[in-house]
T-cell receptor
């Protein structure tokens, strides 16, 4: 069974400090990994993805994520948080191939709050 | 690029009526569209997957006769909530994926309130 875990419901960080939002996954085969951000009453915005290649991927708004195959993790990071980064962050995995081609499996989301 | 729109953004209807939500890919052809439902402070629940010109594939527990999905063109999919009841009140989000991309792009969502 495919699953995504975001172990923290809430992450609080002061503006200017680095932030990390954690994600681990369980999927058959090689995964495609994604991070999305959701602002209140809005849809999801694509931040970044890992398909293959360099384990460190860079995305929108200064975010980056590191794929760690041995730990089956894909943590989202940013060196210096902004108040405007406060939002709900979703990690998602897409199994490669098979009958679930195209379908995303989401974590339950992590609410990031950046304090001024 | 990769913009997905949804209409309406917010709708209030009476119990027993039907509501149609449109999802459009504005600058790419969406061979596959997905419909999700999201409850407050919860993750997205996939309702169904639709491929252009084919019948939608519904997830277990989702009533296909209640949530009618049509994907008649490469840029438009519709979700019709038939005979809506208060328990259908939710935030409905669509996403679209093109043939040459591995990324789903999401619409802004539709807030449905059934009185």
């Amino acid at each position: 069974a495919q699953s995504v875990a975001q172990p923290e419901d809430q992450v609080n960080v002061a503006e200017g400090n680095p932030l990390t939002v954690k994600c681990t996954y369980s999927v058959s085969g090689n995964p495609y990994l994604f991070w999305y951000v959701q602002y209140p009453n809005r849809g999801l915005q694509f931040l970044l993805k890992y398909i293959t290649g360099d384990n460190l991927v860079k995305g929108s708004y200064g975010f980056e994520a590191e794929f760690n195959k041995s730990q089956t993790s894909f943590h989202l990071k940013k060196p210096s948080a902004l108040v405007s980064d406060s939002a709900l962050y979703f990690c998602a995995v897409r199994p490669w191939g098979g009958s679930t081609l195209g379908r995303l499996y989401f974590g339950r989301g992590t609410q990031l709050t950046v304090w001024p | 690029g990769a913009v997905v729109s949804q209409h309406p953004s917010r709708v209030i209807c009476k119990s027993g009526t039907s509501v149609k939500i449109e999802c459009r890919s504005l600058d790419f052809q969406a061979t596959t569209m997905f419909w999700y439902r999201q409850f407050p402070k919860q993750s997205l629940m996939l309702m169904a997957t639709s491929n252009e010109g084919s019948k939608a594939t519904y997830e277990q527990g989702v009533e296909k006769d209640k949530f009618l999905i049509n994907h008649a063109s490469l840029t438009l999919s519709t979700l019709t909530v038939t005979s809506a009841h208060p328990e259908d009140s939710s935030f409905y989000i669509c996403s679209a994926q093109g043939p040459s991309t591995d990324t789903q792009y999401f619409g802004p969502g539709t807030r449905l309130t059934v009185l």
